[in-house]
């Protein structure tokens, strides 16, 4: 029997359960001519100075830290509420199932959308920035590609199958960057293969982003690219 899991420490909170209040329209209209701002009730909601505007902040490892039901009901509550949702997204990655919940949801999205790399979006997070509208990264931040990664065991046809699934899992990956940017699917296959680091002015040449949102550190990139080559990212690769 083969086991599929990601190394990761981090386990949902027993108080993890969404939170979610959907404002009315007429509430709404009601709070904004009494000089009131709406309060978003889910807790990766973050209002703006714009009314019509929220954050989801998207931190921490996919699957984990923030799972497929608890981005919905932010999502849903961000759609009966507000034109327009940022997604801001801070996260080494995780589980591919999830990710994929994730993006498929936030891809077909009925307002407007915005995915924004506000520090690292590696691996299946690398995925779920490819879902919004308009895709952004700050200038101080960085996005990493490579292949999905599994822990499996049990005799050799099991594990012979268990490759054979992470080709195709790498296959579909491919295809939410391949539709985003100008790239190939060689292209994208050698990137991933290599495991790749993409910073900001690297993404927007090749398509995988729309505009850099100036700001910050200017040598950030460099100053993580080199820590980063002493570290073991091997656990953040996209889970099967």
């Not at 509430?27 to 100075?49: C, D, E, I, W, Y």
């Not at 900001?200 to 690219?225: M, N, Q, V, W, Y």
Request: proline letters at 4%.
């Amino acid at each position: 029997m083969l086991s599929r899991h990601c190394r990761s420490t981090h386990l949902p909170s027993e108080n993890a359960s969404p939170r979610f209040v959907s404002q009315s329209p007429e509430s709404s209209a009601l709070l904004h001519n009494m000089g009131m701002k709406r309060v978003p009730q889910h807790r990766f909601l973050v209002a703006t100075s714009d009314d019509n505007v929220v954050v989801l902040r998207f931190k921490g490892n996919v699957g984990w830290d923030i799972d497929s039901r608890n981005f919905d009901a932010a999502l849903d509550e961000a759609e009966a509420n507000y034109a327009k949702v940022v997604v801001e997204v801070h996260s080494p990655g995780g589980s591919v199932f999830d990710g994929w919940a994730i993006y498929n949801r936030l891809f077909r999205s009925s307002i407007d959308t915005e995915t924004k790399c506000v520090g690292v979006a590696a691996s299946m997070a690398s995925v779920i920035m490819m879902a919004g509208k308009k895709i952004t990264m700050c200038e101080s931040s960085i996005m990493m590609i490579h292949e999905p990664w599994t822990f499996a065991y049990g005799n050799a046809a099991e594990l012979r199958k268990e490759a054979e699934t992470l080709d195709t899992v790498s296959g579909i990956l491919a295809k939410s960057y391949i539709k985003r940017t100008k790239l190939t699917k060689e292209q994208v296959a050698e990137m991933m293969a290599k495991e790749t680091w993409i910073s900001p002015e690297s993404a927007k040449r090749d398509g995988f982003i729309d505009h850099i949102d100036e700001g910050g550190d200017p040598d950030a990139l460099t100053k993580f690219g080199a820590m980063g080559k002493n570290c073991d990212y091997s656990q953040f690769r996209p889970c099967v």
